[in-house]
């Protein structure tokens, strides 16, 4: 079953349709779907596909060979190029009679077998670009060698390309597409719990229950995702002890890097290294308070739900779960549950605006949006804004997040347009986000303002 994709698959066809040369990029984390959205592109096309091994370079041109062989003849032949380069070369001459899709998966396996491939694809671009009609797609799952030995500016191929990708996990309303039997709040928890990782969410069946998904997966030993995200670390980085660590302390309440380096035992300039790496995987996000760059003020925070959920749970009850005891350790999780999925209601609320503005529909014309923390000098002490999203220095947006049982009364919006006076915006629009709903007080006040928009939960998945 293929879900989403639209716009990338919409992109790769009109990239087909050029008829012409073409160099197509594609990356992005492991389980994110990048094959299935090539095999759903080249099914009905002539297409030859490879997925490169972690093996020698000549384990790796036999089956490149063989996938060749297999579209030229439509047979298993045994005949073996005697190079990557006498292969490729062949694929190219081809190409220049017909319009042929070579689609090599796992980039990365096969250019560090052969140190001289990515040399020889430049080589072999710069001779035939102009007479083949072959569509050339490199697609890996390591990010950083594809950042690096693929699109920087020092690589080979670079200028080569004639399109890149970088595919993302879905979002919420994308993710809501995989399950037809889960209620609206449940569809929630499974993008709190899993994200929008294709593969995650298959690990989800909506004939179960939100527990009985969290004891199948995370709580059970024997799970694929149980050990999913230090498996993954140890695939993209040297150094999974030290990453692992640094994950550990911002799940457990560390934001800031000097809390970080902290909890890790590890200087500040060390932490901020591995920082980096985790941010370009996706895994990690370092924030500002919306519209200022100060990083003093920089904090961090778990952006993929799955390690976010993982590393907040699982570690603390790892002993229990090993004993098979899943029922206790979600009994000493399910406490927390409602406060995790804050940030993620948070989440969901920053896409649902995102989809109103670029529907025309929202009341203030954004260009980005974020959270903002800071001093207020009135009451002498921190504050913190959920959404805060500028259209110009007169205008702006103010929201309010609340995953709460109780619904939203008037002293959260009297709070929320009390916090927006700090700023100097003389056009002023609020949000307010809720699970479960509104106060008549609160009702009433937003229809006297009449710059309020309250949106529950359910009116919001009603417009997705």
């Excluded at 002539?46 to 972690?54: D, H, L, P, S, T």
């Excluded at 056009?427 to 699970?435: D, E, G, Q, R």
């Excluded at 007080?441 to 997705?464: K, P, Q």
């Amino acid at each position: 079953m293929f879900i989403g994709r639209e716009r990338e698959l919409a992109t790769l066809n009109k990239v087909y349709a050029s008829d012409k040369f073409e160099f197509v990029v594609i990356y992005g984390r492991r389980r994110v779907g990048k094959t299935a959205l090539i095999s759903q592109f080249i099914d009905d096309k002539n297409a030859i596909y490879f997925m490169g091994v972690e093996s020698n370079a000549k384990q790796n041109l036999e089956n490149f060979s063989k996938s060749i062989m297999s579209y030229h003849t439509g047979m298993e032949v045994e005949t073996s190029f005697l190079s990557f380069q006498a292969a490729l070369e062949y694929v190219f001459k081809l190409s220049e009679k017909e319009r042929i899709i070579l689609a090599i998966d796992e980039y990365p396996y096969v250019a560090r077998s052969s140190k001289s491939l990515a040399s020889t694809i430049q080589l072999l671009i710069d001779q035939y670009k102009d007479s083949s009609k072959l569509m050339l797609i490199l697609c890996g799952s390591s990010m950083s060698y594809m950042e690096d030995h693929v699109l920087a500016y020092k690589a080979p191929l670079y200028g080569r390309r004639t399109v890149q990708m970088k595919i993302l996990p879905f979002d919420f309303e994308e993710t809501c597409h995989y399950f037809k039997n889960f209620t609206d709040e449940e569809n929630a928890y499974v993008y709190g719990i899993v994200g929008g990782t294709p593969q995650y969410l298959l690990q989800m069946s909506d004939t179960l229950s939100i527990e009985d998904n969290i004891k199948n997966t995370f709580l059970n030993p024997n799970s694929a995702l149980f050990e999913e995200p230090e498996n993954l670390l140890k695939q993209e980085v040297r150094e999974p002890a030290l990453y692992n660590a640094i994950i550990t302390a911002i799940a457990t309440g560390a934001s800031r890097m000097s809390e970080i380096s902290g909890k890790v035992g590890e200087s500040t300039n060390i932490c901020s290294a591995y920082m980096k790496n985790l941010i370009s995987l996706g895994i990690i996000e370092k924030e500002t308070p919306y519209g200022e760059k100060a990083s003093r003020k920089a904090i961090y925070s778990i952006a993929d739900n799955m390690f976010r959920f993982w590393y907040r749970f699982v570690p603390e009850n790892n002993s229990i779960i090993a004993r098979g005891a899943a029922d206790l350790a979600y009994k000493r999780i399910e406490p927390y549950l409602s406060d995790y999925m804050g940030k993620v209601f948070e989440d969901i609320c920053k896409q649902y605006l995102w989809k109103l503005l670029l529907n025309g529909e929202c009341p203030v014309e954004f260009s980005s949006l974020g959270r903002w923390w800071g001093n207020d000098p009135k009451e002498k002490r921190q504050t913190e804004i959920d959404i805060l999203a500028e259209q110009d220095k007169n205008t702006a947006l103010f929201g309010e997040c609340k995953w709460t049982n109780e619904k939203v009364d008037l002293g959260v919006l009297e709070t929320l347009v009390k916090r927006s006076e700090l700023f100097p915006y003389q056009n002023v629009h609020y949000y307010l986000f809720a699970k479960t709903g509104f106060t008549k007080g609160c009702t009433d006040r937003a229809n006297e303002m009449g710059n309020i928009s309250l949106m529950s939960y359910e009116d919001m998945v009603s417009t997705m």
